[in-house]
C-alpha cells in the first residue's frame, strides 16, 4: 500500500507558525487565569448561589488546557522541525473536533435535515398551499385556458354530503367505514407488532428469515399479494379453513352465553377476517419496534 507523503514546513513558514502559536497560547493562559480568579471570587461569595457560573468557567477551563496540551505538542514538533503541513480536510477535522459534544449534534442534525428542508420547500409545500387553494374555486377548462371561480366551502360540503367515486361508491360512507376499520386495527396493529418484536428480539434459528417474512409485504405489491389471496391460493385457503370457521361460529356462540356483549365480539371477529391486512401493515411496526428493544440496555 502506498504510504501518504508528508510535507513540512520551511524555515521561514516554521517561525510564522511558532510566532502564530506562542500569541495563541499566551492567549488562552491569560484567559485561564482570568477564568481562575473570577471562580475565586464566585467561591467566596455563596457558591451555592453562583454554582451554574463557576460550572461554565470550569468547563471553559477544562477546554482550553486541552487546546494549550495541542498548541505545546504543536510547538515541540516545530522546534524540532517536524511540524506537518495540514490539508484544508484535515484542518476542518481539527476544528470540528473541539467543538462540544452537544453542539456537534446540532451540526450533524441540521446537515441531515437540510435536504428534507429544502425539499420540503421547494416541492411539498408549494403543491401543498396550491391544492388547499384550488379546493376553495371552482376550476373549469376553457379555451383560453382554466377558469377559476371562488366557491368557497361549497366543494368540500358537496365531498361529504353528495359526492359519488366511481359512479357507485359514496365518499362519507366510505370515510366512515375506514374510519371505523383504522379504529379497530390501529390497537391490534401495535398489539401484534409489540408481540411479534418481542418474540424476534431473542435470537434463534431462523429469526432473521421470520424478520424477513415479516417486511416482505411492505416492499412488495399489496395489490398481488390481495389477488393471489382471493382467486386461486385463496380458495384452497376457504376449502381447508371450513373447520376454523365453524370453530369461530362455536367461540362466537360461547361467548354470547358468558355474557360478552356484541360489540367486543364483532370488534374481535371483524380482525381475525382482517388477519392478512393485519399482517400486512404491520411490517415497518415491528422493525421500529425491535430497533427500540434493542436499544435498550441489557442492564436494565
Not at 40 to 66: C, F, G, S, T
Request: zero cysteines; proline letters at 3%; aromatic letters at 14%.
Amino acid at each position: 500500500m502506498r504510504q501518504k507523503q508528508l510535507k513540512y514546513y520551511g524555515t521561514e513558514a516554521l517561525g510564522k507558525q511558532k510566532a502564530a502559536i506562542l500569541n495563541k497560547i499566551a492567549n488562552i493562559e491569560t484567559r485561564t487565569k482570568h477564568n481562575d480568579e473570577n471562580i475565586e471570587k464566585l467561591l467566596q461569595k455563596d457558591k451555592h448561589k453562583h454554582i451554574r457560573k463557576i460550572v461554565k468557567l470550569a468547563d471553559q477551563n477544562q477546554k482550553m488546557k486541552i487546546k494549550l496540551s495541542r498548541y505545546t505538542d504543536a510547538l515541540s514538533q516545530i522546534e524540532s522541525n517536524q511540524y506537518v503541513k495540514q490539508s484544508i480536510l484535515s484542518r476542518f477535522k481539527k476544528w470540528f473536533s473541539d467543538i462540544p459534544y452537544r453542539k456537534q449534534k446540532y451540526i450533524w442534525g441540521i446537515i441531515f435535515t437540510t435536504p428534507w428542508l429544502i425539499g420540503m420547500a421547494l416541492f411539498f409545500l408549494p403543491s401543498f398551499f396550491k391544492s388547499i387553494w384550488w379546493s376553495f374555486n371552482s376550476v373549469t377548462p376553457s379555451s383560453d385556458g382554466l377558469v377559476v371561480q371562488f366557491v368557497g366551502l361549497k366543494n368540500y360540503i358537496e365531498l361529504f354530503q353528495s359526492y359519488v367515486i366511481d359512479g357507485n361508491t359514496v365518499f362519507s360512507v366510505q370515510l366512515y367505514l375506514f374510519i371505523q376499520n383504522l379504529i379497530i386495527d390501529l390497537p391490534i396493529i401495535l398489539i401484534f407488532s409489540i408481540l411479534i418484536a418481542t418474540f424476534l428480539n431473542k435470537p434463534f434459528k431462523g429469526h432473521k428469515i421470520i424478520k424477513a417474512i415479516f417486511f416482505i409485504p411492505v416492499i412488495y405489491n399489496f395489490t398481488l399479494i390481495s389477488d393471489t389471496l382471493t382467486k386461486g391460493f385463496g380458495q384452497y385457503i376457504d376449502a381447508s379453513t371450513g373447520a376454523d370457521q365453524m370453530f369461530v361460529a362455536q367461540l362466537s356462540q360461547f361467548f354470547l352465553e358468558i355474557g360478552i356483549g356484541n360489540s367486543l365480539m364483532n370488534i374481535v371477529l371483524q380482525a381475525v377476517d382482517r388477519i392478512f391486512t393485519i399482517v400486512n401493515l404491520s411490517g415497518i411496526q415491528i422493525l421500529i419496534f425491535i430497533a427500540a428493544i434493542q436499544s435498550i440496555p441489557n442492564q436494565l
